[in-house]
């Protein structure tokens, strides 16, 4: 039997968006404020969320709790697989002794934390993203910056704040195309549209990061590299999300930002090295290289490869492997099917959606498709090419990096088991209701309902799923331009991506600071505000007196 989303179910929209919002303020608190440890947090908002749903929205029990473990479960995998393996494949370098050559290799080009930062959180974790997206990129870069000698919780935090930019043409392109995807909006005009937006963001991560760092002061020591970071990765973010392909912004940005650095700190250097308060001082912009050019390579080498198997996991343009991955699955039988007590027994209603609709609910283990597959099997050709690391050390490894991952583990299911009984019992909805209430201020709130998006389901591509059509319908209602509202669904959302629980709990577990989730998240929050607000007022002004920036 049916259900029918009910998004008003106290007669006042404000007071049943307030009552949806409970479980928000409940992970707010606990984790701001009270600074609980995340999968207590996690907990009592999940609990919040599936009482309101049952007791205010009506949701049958059935379908609160089917829609509960699908959440869960997609949590598990394939987010928790990401973060298993990458963390792994960094593990395994740091035990066999690799990870020193990397950092001795960094050091030589420069030992300044302010620079390996901007190289590794923004240069190289935007390459990652491009490739594979959905947390393997903070999972790696706050790992390595870990063992680099950062301290972790800034570690986690710039890694975080760092991965604003790349995040809305992550996974090559997926959020976008998914947004066109419940749109029916061409996706390349949502690409040049948040192409028009992202830049000025861009631009300024990267000083954003280094003034998290060492503050204004010192940050301006290195502002000659921070801004051919800045410019690389923003005039090519524009150039190809506008003129080349909705798939590449990211790899082409993160490639030409990593080129341009190395090229620029050949020829500059800071005239004072900066490190962290409690580390040795140095005296030298960089230290001696002691190692062959072989060796530096084959230390390189699990994350060279790791890079290339993402992307060819990813790829169903180009090369089309992925369209072979996804064929050998249906041959197996590990193909997506529908959710029991919950595949099309939700209906979705008006205003979110035109007529009556049934919310589909599937669930595959599509492993050999799956981004944390790529890097498992980077890892295992790793063993190839890492000396004196056999098989045995490796699953050895393997283990232990699960083990010390249950928290993070659990963390990471419930979150998304909030997110999935938000979704299928109306409360996302009703919340993204009370936003369109706002009228002609709308433009400035639609990239807020992103920001929300991505804050309760971890992921741009899944808030674009989530709000993408009420946009759409919202601006048709309120007379603007649909097209720029709804690509301010994913500006917005980016800014979300940092003080997501999920994103915080694979930081916390790439850096050793599981339990220690609300520090991470209080020094994320204000700058997420900040981006937010500043997204916000720019989709205003597009949307009145700089409409001609658009397509």
Not at 51 to 75: D, E, I, N, Q, R
Request: positive net charge; aromatic residues 12%.
């Amino acid at each position: 039997m049916t259900w029918i989303q009910d998004y008003n179910p106290l007669g006042n929209i404000f007071l049943s968006a307030l009552v949806a919002s409970i479980p928000l303020f409940i992970l707010l608190y606990m984790l701001g404020i009270k600074r609980s440890k995340g999968h207590n947090a996690a907990f009592f908002g999940l609990l919040s969320a599936i009482l309101a749903a049952v007791l205010v929205f009506k949701m049958p029990v059935g379908l609160a709790a089917s829609a509960t473990l699908l959440g869960a479960l997609y949590g598990i995998f394939p987010i928790v697989w990401i973060v298993i393996t990458a963390i792994w494949v960094y593990n395994m370098t740091v035990e066999s002794g690799e990870f020193e050559i990397i950092k001795n290799s960094l050091a030589s080009i420069t030992d300044d934390r302010r620079l390996q930062a901007i190289f590794i959180a923004f240069a190289f974790g935007s390459f990652i993203e491009g490739t594979a997206g959905f947390g393997t990129p903070v999972a790696i870069t706050a790992a390595m910056l870990v063992g680099l000698g950062f301290n972790p919780v800034y570690a986690a935090g710039i890694c975080l704040v760092a991965n604003t930019a790349p995040v809305a043409f992550g996974a090559i392109g997926i959020p976008v195309v998914v947004l066109g995807q419940v749109t029916g909006i061409d996706e390349m005009i949502l690409s040049k549209i948040i192409g028009r937006q992202l830049p000025f963001l861009a631009v300024i991560v990267p000083l954003w990061v280094v003034v998290l760092m060492c503050g204004w002061k010192r940050a301006m020591e290195v502002l000659p590299a921070v801004l051919v970071a800045g410019l690389c990765f923003a005039v090519t973010q524009f150039f190809t999300s506008n003129y080349v392909s909705v798939y590449l912004p990211d790899i082409t940005s993160a490639a030409v930002t990593i080129i341009g650095l190395l090229i620029f700190l050949k020829i500059w250097k800071p005239s004072k090295v900066w490190h962290f308060p409690d580390e040795k001082p140095s005296t030298e912009g960089r230290v001696q290289l002691q190692y062959t050019g072989m060796e530096v390579l084959r230390a390189w080498a699990p994350y060279i490869i790791l890079a290339i198997l993402v992307f060819l996991w990813a790829d169903d343009k180009f090369i089309g492997f992925k369209k072979v991955l996804v064929g050998w699955e249906k041959v197996l039988g590990l193909t997506y099917l529908p959710w029991p007590g919950l595949h099309n027994l939700v209906v979705k209603a008006a205003p979110v959606v035109a007529k009556n609709t049934p919310y589909a609910a599937s669930y595959g283990v599509n492993f050999l498709s799956a981004a944390g597959t790529a890097i498992f099997f980077s890892g295992i050709l790793s063993l190839f090419i890492i000396p004196n690391y056999g098989a045995g050390k490796a699953t050895a490894c393997f283990f232990r990096t699960i083990k010390v991952m249950v928290l993070p583990i659990c963390t990471i299911a419930m979150i998304l088991g909030l997110a999935y009984i938000m979704n299928y019992s109306g409360m996302s909805s009703t919340l993204g209701l009370a936003f369109t209430a706002t009228g002609p201020a709308f433009p400035f709130f639609a990239p807020i309902l992103g920001w929300l998006g991505v804050f309760l389901t971890g992921s741009d591509t899944s808030a674009n799923a989530l709000f993408g059509s009420m946009q759409k319908t919202a601006a048709q209602q309120l007379g603007l331009d649909q097209n720029l509202i709804v690509a301010s669904n994913t500006s917005g959302g980016v800014c979300g991506k940092m003080i997501s629980p999920q994103s915080i709990s694979v930081a916390t577990a790439a850096t050793g600071l599981v339990g220690q989730e609300s520090t991470i998240f209080r020094f994320a929050l204000p700058n997420s505000i900040a981006m937010i607000i500043f997204i916000g007022i720019l989709t205003y002004l597009q949307a009145t007196v700089l409409h001609w920036m658009l397509p």
